[in-house]
């Protein structure tokens, strides 16, 4: 969906077989995510050099990554344990567990597209900087000023996805009600699509 709409909008030369195959199937997004771009996989075809910032981005990431797990698992799910002497009580600590999975998952997209060299920009200077890559803003999940905010920063890269390849041509034909309908229904078959694989890619890990 997002090739033709690139090759349609920004006037994409069109890929071969193998550079499409190579694009859906990239070891670095395939497990994980995140989504990326036609345009960012042709950057990730020009290797950047391993530099400190490199390291310093993918280490980062991986200890945000053990940090949300370990709240997870490990603090969130003991903090009020049963019997619950208050049911509010239990159920934010049932959300912290499960708002902190899915930093886990996302600091772990990071990481893997990171270490697969996505995520860098290269100044004029010839200088690579690293840290542009992020798949969810936590603290402006936590501590929202308003609603749209957390649905943005939850998945920052699905959020992209949706708006320019199914919101903005969609409001072009049906208007805002419709492109916001398509919106949310599109949304919803990428969870059910997700959470029927799920079970499949448990398996395959382990």
Not at 30 to 41: A, D, E, L, R, W
Not at 78 to 96: G, R, V
Not at 159 to 176: Q, T
Request: charged share 10%; net charge positive.
């Amino acid at each position: 969906i997002s090739v033709g709409f690139d090759m349609e909008q920004a006037g994409t030369i069109s890929p071969t077989f193998l550079q499409y195959c190579c694009y859906c199937i990239m070891p670095g997004t395939t497990i994980f995510g995140p989504f990326v771009s036609y345009q960012t996989h042709l950057g990730f075809l020009n290797p950047s050099p391993l530099t400190f910032p490199w390291l310093l981005k993918l280490v980062s990431s991986l200890i945000k990554a053990v940090i949300a797990v370990c709240i997870s698992v490990c603090i969130a799910t003991f903090m009020f344990p049963a019997p619950y002497w208050n049911k509010w009580m239990a159920a934010y600590s049932a959300a912290l567990s499960f708002r902190t999975s899915h930093y886990f998952v996302c600091y772990l997209a990071e990481v893997s597209a990171t270490a697969v060299g996505i995520g860098h920009k290269r100044r004029e200077d010839g200088y690579y900087e690293w840290g542009s890559l992020s798949v969810c803003h936590p603290s402006e999940v936590e501590f929202p000023r308003s609603f749209s905010m957390i649905v943005t920063n939850w998945n920052l890269s699905m959020h992209l996805f949706l708006k320019n390849y199914v919101f903005r041509p969609a409001r072009r034909i049906f208007g805002p009600f419709g492109a916001i309908f398509f919106t949310f229904m599109a949304s919803s078959i990428l969870h059910v699509s997700c959470c029927q694989h799920m079970p499949y890619v448990t398996t395959l890990l382990g």
